[in-house]
């Protein structure tokens, strides 16, 4: 069998995360037995994704939100706790990715939600993190309606999206950060993109996105960023010869 830290080595390089400053450290959070035949993945490290992780007899969990964030030590809550509790008396490691996974030009969840949208890349950078250009700008083809973006949101993700129409009536130009981006309106405006695709909402975006003259669509913070953890850990199969499968705890936020 693969050793995780070969495995994590692998995912190091692919995703270039030593170059990120991040919320939380990226890689290996909580080291379990050294040997891998089944890796899980998902989009967080709460409980329900942990336990069927473990039920389904993985000993490496990968995750885009990890369980550590920010650099000082606290209390533990009655959530990480059982977490915790559940990773080390399985023996079951956690590693995470988060602004590495998010940026990556191929298989990150931004990357992967333009080509879901049919969208051409833009190589303008976009959507300052920590430091870096985590998202990124989609082009279409030919000018399409609010309408038409919408519907190609709701396809990718499997919902129907939150869509303030403060735009302009024919769309080229889309801004892209999943998750919580809505911070990226402040480069969308002034760029002079014609809307911005991202996860969740904050309260100020819907008079932003007016006085900017934008479109905002939130597809949910959880759908919009499946499809880079999911494909990270595909790679991770067909490289080690091992096994893969991604826990689906959907969340409606």
């Not at 490496?60 to 977490?83: C, F, K, N, Q, Y």
């Not at 559940?86 to 939600?113: Q, T, W």
Request: hydrophobic share 40%; proline share 6%; with cysteine.
């Amino acid at each position: 069998m693969p050793d995780r830290d070969e495995i994590l080595g692998y995912c190091d390089d692919l995703l270039d995360s030593g170059a990120f400053e991040d919320y939380g450290p990226n890689g290996l959070q909580v080291p379990g037995r050294a040997e891998v035949s089944r890796v899980a993945t998902g989009v967080s490290a709460n409980l329900e994704t942990l336990e069927r992780a473990i039920e389904a007899g993985a000993e490496l969990v990968i995750t885009h939100h990890g369980l550590l964030w920010g650099d000082e030590l606290s209390p533990l809550s009655v959530p990480m706790a059982a977490r915790l509790r559940a990773l080390l008396c399985s023996d079951v490691s956690l590693a995470a990715y988060h602004l590495p996974l998010d940026a990556h030009p191929e298989i990150g969840n931004n990357a992967l939600l333009r080509d879901a949208l049919g969208l051409e890349a833009d190589d303008r950078p976009f959507g300052q993190a920590k430091g870096s250009a985590v998202g990124l700008i989609g082009r279409a083809a030919e000018p399409i309606e609010i309408g038409e973006l919408r519907r190609r949101l709701s396809e990718a993700v499997g919902q129907e999206p939150l869509v303030f129409d403060a735009g302009p009536d024919r769309i080229s130009t889309v801004g892209i950060v999943t998750g919580s981006g809505g911070f990226a309106l402040h480069e969308a405006g002034p760029l002079g993109l014609d809307a911005l695709v991202t996860g969740e909402p904050s309260e100020p975006v819907m008079g932003e996105a007016r006085e900017y003259g934008v479109h905002f669509l939130a597809g949910g913070h959880y759908a919009t960023e499946t499809l880079g953890i999911r494909r990270l850990g595909e790679l991770i199969a067909e490289r080690f010869s091992i096994k893969h499968q991604f826990i689906d705890v959907p969340n409606p936020i």
